[in-house]
């Protein structure tokens, strides 16, 4: 069974830069298109590899394949959020399981409206009510404030599947990376805004390194429960500890009894350790 459908084919990360750099009559470098990407939270999809399979996730946990779903439609391509993005940037790798959702399969959204999708939850995100502020909402003494339900880095709309994702995380690295068209327009639109200024980041402070060196193990993490079999410590360790001989951004391949090592937002080595671990999935129970 095949399928008529308009889909654009993504340009290559080098292409596109490239492009950017010809149409604005403006130098653009790679380290200056992730942060407009990043900042802008637009999606960069993966070329995947020949051998990638698709499949449906069940809360059930009958999983079935999904690739009659592809039949006559190019090769999946896998898809980034800001924080797989942001990996790219910084680490030259990320990994990922979405899936990009195809013209013409079921919830696909063009982009613009996923632009108009994006500002509404942004809008009912700050609805939410959470504890440690000012005003008392509740008259009881009880103070609470309006917390983001929602924000970019959560689990932002890319045109992705939420019900399909690779059986395996696809690695992305410059190479495989891809740029989706809608994202190059709204690149070039930004480019030409008169107003438009890449904003260049302020040195952190140490507590803000910090913080950044705590989560720059949240997707490793993630990715890990997602190839162990079960939850406990030991079977993510041993699934971490795999990531980490791949040498998966953020470590460099160097395991040993002091543990798994990694390089940090000051770009200093350190060991990641089963402890460690274990209190990192204690909090997050």
């Known amino acids: 069974m095949t399928h008529h459908i308009e889909f654009l084919p993504p340009l290559a990360l080098a292409d596109a830069i490239a492009t950017l750099a010809c149409q604005t009559g403006k130098e ?27 499949v449906y996730y069940s809360a059930a946990g009958d999983d079935h ?34 899936v990009v959702i195809y013209p013409g399969q079921p919830g696909f ?7 108009e999708r994006r500002a509404e939850l942004r809008e009912l995100g700050m609805s ?5 502020s000012n005003e ?17 880095d959560d689990d932002e709309l890319m045109g992705q599947s939420s019900v399909v994702f ?21 690149l070039l639109h930004l480019y030409k805004s008169a107003t438009f200024q890449p904003s260049v980041p302020a040195a952190p402070r ?6 950044l060196n705590y989560n720059l193990l949240d997707r490793p993490i993630e990715q890990a429960l997602l190839r162990a079999d079960a939850g406990r410590p030991a079977e993510v360790f041993t699934a971490l500890r795999d990531m980490a001989l791949e040498g998966i951004a953020p470590f460099t391949g160097q395991v040993d009894a002091k543990g798994l090592w990694y390089t ?9 350790t089963k402890g460690a671990l274990r209190k990192r999935l204690d909090r997050m129970k």
């Open 206 to 211: 140490q507590a803000q390194v910090n913080k």
């Open 128 to 132: 939410k009510v959470g504890a440690n």
């Open 65 to 98: 394949s999904a690739a009659d779903d592809y039949d006559g439609y190019p090769r999946p391509l896998a898809v980034l959020m800001t924080p797989d993005t942001r990996d790219l940037w910084v680490h030259g790798s990320a990994i990922t399981k979405r």
């Open 166 to 186: 690779f059986t395996n995380a696809v690695l992305v690295n410059d190479q495989n990376c891809r740029v989706p068209v809608h994202t190059l327009k709204e």
């Open 136 to 152: 008392d909402v509740t008259g009881n003494g009880d103070e609470r404030q309006l917390v983001p339900m929602w924000t970019p």
């Open 264 to 272: 940090d937002h000051e770009n200093e080595l350190k060991p990641f």
């Open 28 to 54: 653009v470098s790679r380290d200056a298109f992730f942060r407009i990407v990043v900042e802008h939270a637009l999606p960069l999809y993966a070329a995947t590899p020949p051998d990638a399979r698709v």
């Open 109 to 115: 959204m063009p982009w613009g409206s996923i632009k």
